[in-house]
T-cell receptor, first 113, second 114 residues
């Protein structure tokens, strides 16, 4: 069974440009997360979805970040415009919900130059 | 403020030795804890979890201990192998119960010397 799939694996963009990341969760997982991971740090939650509803987006910088999960399956995370400080790894995870383990994708490493 | 932290940022052990990685948490409402392993260039990989109604749980070569009195979590790896070299994170469900909010600590780098 495929795990959480993210694309692209790497992305280099110039500052002020837009960028988008895509995530396909594990089949049947209603809960989807986007995390940000800076070098040497633990992942930090950006947004959590239950099906198509964003139930926790308190950590999402809404002035430049947006996310969607229109049909409750795949999700996209967008940054517009990107800033130098956005350089990080963006991780997607999914779970069956409640107190169950979250499974992570490989992440997208973003470099803003 | 509340945090999930690790006592030691790095841990170096000899192959075959047992490893112990520690984690402190401060939110007494947290009821679910997970240990993740992250290798370079990869996403975190689930190792083992424990719920707050337990104080010990064992897996294959790994044991997690939970001490709610002092809000301490540990991961024990038996007969550590070079393939165990990675960064280990503890994570807690800081939201409590169904208000799931998985929060990660900073991580411990485990290096296994052959």
């Amino acid at each position: 069974e495929a795990g959480v799939v993210q694309s692209p694996r790497y992305k280099i963009i110039e500052k002020k440009q837009p960028v988008a990341f895509w995530c396909n969760p594990i089949s049947g997982h209603n809960t989807l997360y986007w995390y940000l991971q800076n070098l040497g740090q633990g992942p930090e939650l950006l947004i959590r979805y239950e099906n198509e509803e964003a139930v926790d987006d308190s950590q999402l910088p809404k002035d430049r970040f947006s996310a969607e999960r229109l049909k409750g399956v795949d999700s996209t995370l967008k940054i517009q415009p990107a800033e130098l400080g956005d350089s990080a790894v963006y991780l997607c995870a999914s779970s069956a919900g409640g107190n169950t383990e979250a499974f992570f994708g490989q992440g997208t490493r973003l470099t803003v130059v | 403020g509340e945090s999930v932290g690790l006592h030691l940022p790095t841990l170096s052990v000899q192959e075959g030795d047992n490893s112990i990685i520690n984690c402190a948490y401060s939110n007494s409402a947290s009821d679910y804890f997970i240990w993740y392993k992250q290798e370079s260039g990869k996403g975190p990989q689930f190792i083992i979890d424990i719920r707050s109604n337990m104080d010990k749980r064992q897996g294959q070569r790994v044991t997690v201990l939970l001490n709610k009195t002092v809000k301490h979590l540990s991961l024990q790896i038996a007969a550590t192998q070079p393939g165990d070299s990675a960064v280990y994170f503890c994570a807690e469900n800081r939201g409590g119960g169904s208000n799931y909010k998985l929060t990660f600590g900073k991580g411990t780098l485990l290096t296994v010397n052959p």
